[in-house]
């Protein structure tokens, strides 16, 4: 491929991501050169650019995961959750997802095209941020009314526990 037809493709080319579950079976120091060996098979083999990689963890999955390698199923309760994102000709992408399907050491992925223009990366948080509820003052209207003494907080309090008991 000359430069010319390179340059072209590179214009042509949309940006896509993809996030995939690896078999749980490889050892921990393997897998990183393992995902490097499929990031240059799968991409840059293709004439793709990699833009953003992660490296993949163990997580335990929130359902068991079944998939058929050689002729038995195999059912997963973790795996390596990994993502890569990169620009790539639409017409490569039909192979990559065909070796993805073929590797038995990839459980599940799912391939995603990138809207042009949107270069936020998002990463999991893990845990939601909580909704704060604003706290009502004297100074919002919200109270209405005197302050009560803690007399007056205690007869209220036998009151509302005097009426549930009976």
Known sequence: MDKKTAELEMKEAKT??????????FPAEKVEETVEAMYKTLITDLGGELIFKT?????????????FISNKKST????????VKFHLSPENIRTIKEQ???????IRFLIVSIPKNSDRVVTPRGVMA?????????EDGAEKGEEMTNEEIDKEIE???????A
Not at 55 to 67: C, D, G, I
Not at 130 to 138: D, G, I, R, S
Not at 159 to 165: A, I, N, R, V, W
């Open 16 to 25: 896509y991501e993809i996030g995939y579950l690896l078999s749980p079976f």
């Open 55 to 67: 490296t993949p963890k163990m997580r335990p999955l929130s359902y068991p995961v079944s998939k």
């Open 76 to 83: 997963f309760n973790e795996a390596y959750f990994g993502a």
């Open 100 to 106: 993805l399907e073929k590797d038995n050491n990839i």
């Open 130 to 138: 909580k909704k704060v509820q604003p706290v009502a003052t004297k």
């Open 159 to 165: 009151g509302l526990l005097d009426t549930q008991s």
